[in-house]
């Protein structure tokens, strides 16, 4: 007899069995028939064909035509300033995929060495990094994935592994693995893993990630597959038992390009200090004194990364470097009336949802910038003004008669004061949006349970004004007064036949004692017909 088990998953069954603790685990799997890829139907490593957008995606990619300059004007539509920025990352942009491109119609240029324009980004948070990545993987069309360095540990310690980004890559590429070696992936607060020279033993969160870093943005073979992610591993092996076209199990990071960033505050500190040191004489006196430490990581070198705490073998793998600028006043009103979907954008959307619009004035949109710069997160700044000032607005105006209004300096000033002065102009107007309220609870009983409720003037006005002594909303205040009609209304038109009912003053004063008596009378009307029939 043969001793092989039966069961081909045997392995993967012991590991989740031990998993689970020690719980008994089984299950087979049986062969399929052999699949066979339809005419015409374009396989990317896969059991199934590919999509057609990602066939397209992929068509771009291979037939990459954009200039720099075409690059830059798309950024500025979104991204306000940082323009040496933008003029880098669109030339980084275009010999990369340019070369992609080359190597696609002409694989032989594979084998020939080719340094790869992996960029870092420095400067402080909310000047757009993020943001200008985003839109560039947009433009492009390739998969993007972006993570926080923080994440990260080195291998064998718990956390997330670096690794995950390629095989994340690859799942936003909807597991296309030919599509997902063209994407870029970016990580954020890279500065935070730079390794301490005062550190004893392993340096989990520092120097150990950026040597696995290192390995990725090198070109390299990533399993798709986590040694981990058992789960994985037995869908992978599912798929090979039922035949078909084997399944890629890596994918390669060669032509995936990798773009860093952080605040790197204390790196500017250094830079500044250096600059400084530099003009002797004049170093207490000279107008650099003044700036901030974040305008001088334009002069980064090399060795002020290896000293801030970066291998060098991590920070040459990037090559391209550009610090972007601090946002002033200026620049960020600059970005409410010029960027596109800026935060004034989506604000107007959000009130639009209510059919409510507003109009803001040049001055309170300088305002705003005001605040926000003194907020110290650059775009960011922005939403955390708009956010104290609109907060009480957003939460009262859909409720109200307001459908327009307008927002001034003094509006900025004084959101609270404004917002009542508002109310108080559309006083008049509120009593009828209440009563539509009113109007549109009764249809919703009628259509939920085929009852309608007919509100004379006098139940109409004791609604709103309890909606406005208790400050809730007029559907609240039906649902709480009639929550029990449902079932005492039906019982009154199964013994009466009656589908319409009047509700008046009576009733919301006092819904239980009324429904009760309704219910009440219902049966003693039914009793008088049985009556009425018996005598006939």
Do not use: W
Not at 80 to 94: D, M, N, R
Not at 495 to 500: P, Q, V
């Amino acid at each position: 007899m043969s001793d092989e088990p039966k069961n081909p998953f045997e392995e993967i069954q012991k590991q989740i069995s031990a998993a689970l603790g020690g719980k008994n685990v089984s299950f087979s799997i049986q062969k399929g028939p052999e699949t066979s890829t339809p005419e015409g139907e374009k396989m990317l490593g896969q059991n199934a064909p590919m999509h057609e957008d990602e066939e397209l995606i992929l068509k771009r990619i291979q037939e990459f035509s954009l200039k720099p300059r075409e690059i830059r004007d798309y950024l500025n539509r979104f991204v306000i300033k940082q323009l040496e920025a933008k003029k880098v990352l669109s030339v980084a942009i275009c010999d990369h995929y340019n070369h992609v491109r080359q190597c696609i119609d002409n694989p032989a240029l594979l084998e020939k060495e080719y340094q790869k324009q992996n960029i870092i980004l420095l400067g402080p948070t909310g000047v757009g990094k993020t943001y200008l990545m985003r839109c560039i993987a947009k433009l492009i069309g390739v998969p993007f994935v972006k993570a926080d360095a923080t994440k990260f540990s080195e291998t064998g310690y718990v956390g997330y592994d670096v690794e995950d980004l390629v095989r994340d890559l690859v799942k936003v590429a909807n597991g296309n693995v030919d599509l997902a070696q063209y994407g870029i992936i970016y990580i954020d607060e890279i500065d935070k893993i730079a390794g301490s020279s005062e550190a004893f033993g392993r340096d989990v969160s520092g120097r150990g990630v950026q040597i696995n870093l290192l390995k990725l943005m090198e070109d390299t073979e990533v399993n798709l597959f986590s040694p981990t992610d058992m789960m994985a591993q037995m869908q992978a092996m599912m798929e090979m038992s039922r035949g078909g076209k084997t399944r890629k199990k890596t994918v390669s990071t060669r032509h995936i390009l990798f773009i860093v960033s952080g605040a790197f505050d204390k790196l500017g500190e250094t830079v500044k200090k250096r600059q400084m040191a530099s003009q002797i004489g004049f170093a207490g006196t000279s107008e650099d004194s003044i700036k901030d430490a974040s305008d001088f990581l334009k002069y980064v070198e090399t060795a002020d990364f290896i000293k801030y705490g970066f291998e060098p073998e991590f920070i040459g793998r990037l090559p391209v470097r550009q610090a972007c600028d601090q946002l002033n006043k200026e620049d960020l009103a600059q970005i409410l009336t010029s960027s596109e979907g800026n935060i004034l954008a989506q604000y107007k959307h959000d009130f639009q949802g209510y059919d409510i619009e507003f109009n803001i004035t040049p001055e309170a949109i300088e305002k705003i910038a005001e605040r926000a710069y003194k907020e110290k997160t650059g775009a960011r700044g922005l939403l955390t003004v708009f956010e104290k000032v609109f907060r009480n607005y957003k939460f009262e105006l859909p409720s109200t008669a307001v459908k327009r209004f307008e927002v001034t300096t003094d509006t900025i000033a004084e959101p609270l004061y404004t917002l009542k002065e508002l109310l108080k102009e559309h006083q008049h107007a509120q009593r009828g949006v209440m009563g539509k309220d009113i109007e549109a609870f009764s249809q919703r009983f009628a259509k939920e349970h085929g009852l309608k409720l007919e509100f004379d003037e006098e139940a109409i006005n004791a609604l709103i004004d309890l909606a406005i002594e208790t400050d809730k909303a007029i559907r609240t205040i039906c649902e709480e007064k009639f929550r029990d009609f449902e079932h005492g209304l039906k019982i009154v038109s199964r013994n009466t036949g009656k589908t319409t009912f009047a509700i008046d003053g009576a009733l919301v004063e006092n819904p239980d004692k009324e429904l009760s008596q309704m219910v009440v009378e219902s049966f003693k009307e039914l009793e008088a017909v049985k009556e009425e029939e018996v005598e006939d």
